[in-house]
């Protein structure tokens, strides 16, 4: 059974810093991309980023010079490492990974990052 462990949330200062991971397990096939979402009270989940196997990425506009997607494909591991964290970016953050071949899509269990002074 395929599971996404997130961790790295927490309780950070305008300005500040988080680094997120995300760990898979269970699974013998490999990772075509790995990414994270978020859901803010009241809206919709959205795409923060993500990375392809290959190493090709994708940012949301509101993140872009601020957050940046990593990944260790042997240890079917992404991180999302965020700087000058800022009050919007309040919200529930949630790993999601595709896997190759079926494309077969997981969701991590999500973990709280709350930026407040």
């Known amino acids: 059974q395929v599971q996404l462990v997130e961790s790295g949330g927490g309780l950070v200062q305008p300005g500040g810093s988080l680094r997120l991971s995300c760990a898979a397990s269970?699974?013998?096939?490999?990772?075509?991309?790995m990414g994270w979402y978020r859901q803010a009270p009241g809206k919709q989940r959205e795409l923060v980023a993500d990375i392809t196997s290959g190493g090709m990425i994708n940012y949301a506009d509101s993140v872009k010079g601020r957050f940046t997607i990593s990944r260790d494909n042997a240890q079917n591991t992404a991180y999302l490492q965020m700087n000058s964290l800022k009050p919007e970016d309040t919200a529930v953050y949630y790993c999601?990974?595709?896997?190759?071949?079926?494309?077969?899509?997981?969701w991590g269990q999500g973990t709280q990052v709350t930026v407040s002074s």
């Open positions: 269970g699974s013998i096939f490999s990772i075509y991309v």
């Open positions: 999601r990974a595709i896997y190759s071949g079926s494309l077969t899509t997981y």
